[in-house]
């Protein structure tokens, strides 16, 4: 289960990750897009510890929607309406001060749908799909098998990093990414990558906890 309080120890962490790894972010995006997902999120994420914290605890539901106006507001390029909805539908299947397990596979299921509304995308594209599905299904299973969440987020971060590795392995066809064609092939998605750091700040959160 995530309580409100560790979703918010989740949400700083991600921040403090996506910081660290912005440079890294915009040199993968310097070579397919348009050089500045790292710049891009990190401003992003920051406007949300920011936000977080003049709003101080607050329930599950209202935590994600602030997090996702705050993303959509701030954030430039595609990664603010992408993450941004994610995190909006995410809140729509929230209510109260935690999430369980199970409610936790309908959260990541409704990003996952966000994602596809607004980005129009499927996996296999060269996209944050391509480590966010696999990690997904990872983290259902082991959930549906009855793993503790520890553990069954640890498989998801897996299956995201190998779905990130996959990202090299195909071309893009989406977003400015696309634009380059075979060009793109060898590369990884910055997007995908993006994902795999913010899957893998929850994961260690938790399991700190």
């Known amino acids: ?37 790292g710049i891009n999120m990190n401003k992003g994420f920051k406007a949300v510890k920011a936000k977080l914290e003049d709003a101080g605890e607050d329930s599950c539901d209202k ?16 990664s603010g309406p992408l993450y941004g909805t994610a995190f909006l539908k995410a809140a729509g299947v929230v209510e109260g001060d935690s999430i369980s397990d199970e409610n936790l596979v309908e959260v ?4 996952i749908g966000g994602v596809q509304l607004r980005g129009k995308a499927e996996q296999g594209e060269k996209t944050m799909l391509d480590a966010l599905i696999p990690a997904y299904n990872a983290f259902k299973e082991a959930i549906e098998n009855g793993e503790v969440l520890e553990d069954a987020l640890g498989k998801s971060v897996e299956a995201a990093a190998d779905g990130v590795e996959y990202t090299k392995t195909i071309v893009a066809s989406k977003g400015r990414a696309s634009y380059l064609g075979e060009r793109t092939l060898g590369h990884q998605d910055p997007g995908a990558t993006s994902s795999y750091l913010l899957l893998k700040a929850l994961y260690e959160t938790v399991s700190e906890d």
Do not use: P
């Open 1 to 37: 289960m995530i309580t409100s309080k560790l979703l918010l120890k989740s949400l700083n962490n991600m921040q403090a990750v996506i910081a660290e790894n912005k440079e890294y972010l915009t040199e993968l995006d310097a070579k397919i897009g348009d050089a500045d997902h």
């Open 108 to 111: 990541f299921s409704a990003a």
């Open 63 to 78: 935590i994600l929607k602030t997090v996702a106006m705050t993303l959509i507001s701030t954030v430039g390029g595609a």
